[in-house]
């Protein structure tokens, strides 16, 4: 799937505070479920930031695949890169990802802090991040993994009025995240993973 450079520099904006971004959280199994996500996502998207739980020398592999392979521009999040739409944030292996509001929209912050539920990075982090400073603005998403990192982040998304997605038992490799999110109210919607990315998006176009 090629993309055209002139599509691309088209929706590299800067994101406002009225725009929504999308949170992403994935483990076990999350490799491919977050490639199936994101293949349903078009280049004029809304921010993504993803964590997926995954050793330090395969996330900058893991973004640059995901880059060639999906409409929107993938990028390893190195920090401070001002949030615009049309991008995806990989969290690098070695650190938390959070997001932070600047004075022209949002910047990406990496924290070399220790681990969350055994994680860095951790779910938990930025979707904490997510709903403290992006609130209603946000749209969170748990996909597959084993634990229970996500869930408790996700809640508070929730609760700070975001909507909020998880991934179905049906089509997890592991019903652990999303199950744990669910239990505690976390989960607005379920869906399967072949329909969270249409889902999500249905959400975007009423905003």
Known sequence: MEKAATSQAAVARPVTGSSKIIFVGASTGGTEAV???LLGIPSDCPPILIVQHMPVSFTAAFAARLDTLCQPRV??????ELIESGTVYIAPGHSHLRIKRCASG???????TPPVNRHRPSVDVLFDSAAEVVGRNA???ILTGMGKDGACGLLRMRKAGARTFGQSEASCVVYGMPREAAVIGAVEEVAALNEIARRVLTVVSKT
Do not use: H, P
């Open 75 to 80: 990028i390893e999040s190195q920090g401070g």
């Open 139 to 141: 749209i969170g998403v």
């Open 106 to 112: 949002y910047v990406t912050e990496l924290f070399s």
């Open 35 to 37: 490639k199936s996500f």
